[in-house]
Protein backbone atom coordinates (compact mmCIF):
# COMPACT_ATOMS: atom_id res chain seq x y z
CA UNK A 1 0.00 0.00 0.00
CA UNK A 2 1.36 3.39 -0.80
CA UNK A 3 0.80 5.91 2.07
CA UNK A 4 1.90 8.87 0.69
CA UNK A 5 -0.18 8.42 -2.10
CA UNK A 6 -3.40 8.12 0.06
CA UNK A 7 -2.48 11.03 2.07
CA UNK A 8 -2.08 13.09 -0.68
CA UNK A 9 -5.18 11.81 -2.51
CA UNK A 10 -7.32 12.79 0.38
CA UNK A 11 -6.02 16.68 0.25
CA UNK A 12 -9.23 18.72 -1.43
CA UNK A 13 -10.45 22.32 -2.20
CA UNK A 14 -11.74 22.74 1.61
CA UNK A 15 -8.24 21.35 3.38
CA UNK A 16 -6.40 23.92 0.88
CA UNK A 17 -8.65 26.54 1.62
CA UNK A 18 -8.21 25.79 5.08
CA UNK A 19 -4.24 25.82 5.09
CA UNK A 20 -4.59 29.44 3.44
CA UNK A 21 -6.49 30.61 6.18
CA UNK A 22 -4.27 29.41 8.74
CA UNK A 23 -1.60 30.74 6.70
CA UNK A 24 -3.17 34.46 6.61
CA UNK A 25 -4.02 33.85 10.40
CA UNK A 26 0.07 32.63 11.61
CA UNK A 27 2.01 35.51 8.91
CA UNK A 28 -0.83 38.18 8.04
CA UNK A 29 -0.96 39.75 4.52
CA UNK A 30 1.52 42.17 4.15
CA UNK A 31 4.11 39.80 5.24
CA UNK A 32 3.01 37.00 2.27
CA UNK A 33 4.19 39.05 -0.34
CA UNK A 34 7.76 39.83 1.07
CA UNK A 35 7.98 35.99 1.81
CA UNK A 36 7.07 35.44 -2.07
CA UNK A 37 9.54 37.92 -3.29
CA UNK A 38 12.41 36.35 -1.17
CA UNK A 39 11.10 33.04 -2.30
CA UNK A 40 11.60 33.99 -5.95
CA UNK A 41 14.64 35.58 -5.74
CA UNK A 42 16.07 32.71 -4.22
CA UNK A 43 14.97 30.35 -6.93
CA UNK A 44 16.21 33.32 -9.59
CA UNK A 45 19.75 32.77 -7.65
CA UNK A 46 19.88 29.26 -7.74
CA UNK A 47 18.88 28.69 -11.73
CA UNK A 48 21.39 31.39 -12.53
CA UNK A 49 24.49 29.83 -10.13
CA UNK A 50 23.29 26.26 -11.80
CA UNK A 51 23.62 27.49 -15.49
CA UNK A 52 27.02 29.36 -14.62
CA UNK A 53 27.78 26.21 -13.00
CA UNK A 54 26.71 24.01 -16.42
CA UNK A 55 29.22 26.72 -18.96
CA UNK A 56 31.75 26.38 -16.96
CA UNK A 57 31.68 22.55 -17.25
CA UNK A 58 31.38 23.12 -21.21
CA UNK A 59 34.39 25.23 -21.44
CA UNK A 60 36.23 23.25 -19.31
CA UNK A 61 35.10 20.55 -21.47
CA UNK A 62 36.18 22.60 -24.65
CA UNK A 63 39.62 23.46 -23.11
CA UNK A 64 40.22 19.72 -22.93
CA UNK A 65 39.41 18.95 -25.98
CA UNK A 66 41.60 21.56 -27.67
CA UNK A 67 44.55 19.87 -25.40
CA UNK A 68 44.28 16.35 -26.94
Not at 31 to 43: F, Q, T, V, Y
Amino acid sequence: MNIPAIILGMVGPWQIGLIVVIVLLLFGGKKIPEMMRGLGSGIKEFKDASREDDSSKKSEEKLEDKKS
